[in-house]
Nanobody, 119 residues
Framework: QVQLVESGGGLVQAGGSLRLSCAAS????????MRWYRQAPGKQRELVAG???????TYADSVKGRFTISRDSAKNTVYLQMNSLKPEDTAVYYC?????????????WGQGTLVTVSS
């Protein structure tokens, strides 16, 4: 089994920065992509950023130019650097990993970390 543990959330003023971390442990073989999602109160969960095993990245239009996803393969950790934060970035941020097994594609989730941006 894979465990995903997020950290780095908190309260920040608009215009500030935070860096989220997602550490993967356990049976991580077969993970081919990791992503950050977020869910604001009363809204659906949405994709924020993703990074493929080959290193290619993708971003939601709302965060392009402000957020950067990266990874440290030696630490099995993915980061989300968030700059120029806005109140609308307030949400619970979830780490997601896509893991290919012999029989299926698993979507794995962390417990989430709350980011609150005050105006």
């Amino acid at each position: 089994q894979v465990q995903l543990v997020e950290s780095g959330g908190g309260l920040v003023q608009a215009g500030g920065s935070l860096r989220l971390s997602c550490a993967a442990s356990g049976s991580i073989f077969g993970i081919n992509a990791m992503r950050w999602y977020r869910q604001a109160p009363g809204k659906q969960r949405e994709l924020v950023a993703g990074i493929q095993i080959g290193g290619s990245t993708t971003y939601a239009d709302s965060v392009k130019g402000r957020f950067t996803i990266s990874r440290d393969s030696a630490k099995n950790t993915v980061y989300l650097q968030m700059n120029s934060l806005k109140p609308e970035d307030t949400a619970v941020y979830y780490c997601n990993a896509a893991q290919v097994t012999t029989t299926s594609l698993l979507q794995l989730w962390g417990q989430g970390t709350l980011v609150t941006v005050s105006s």
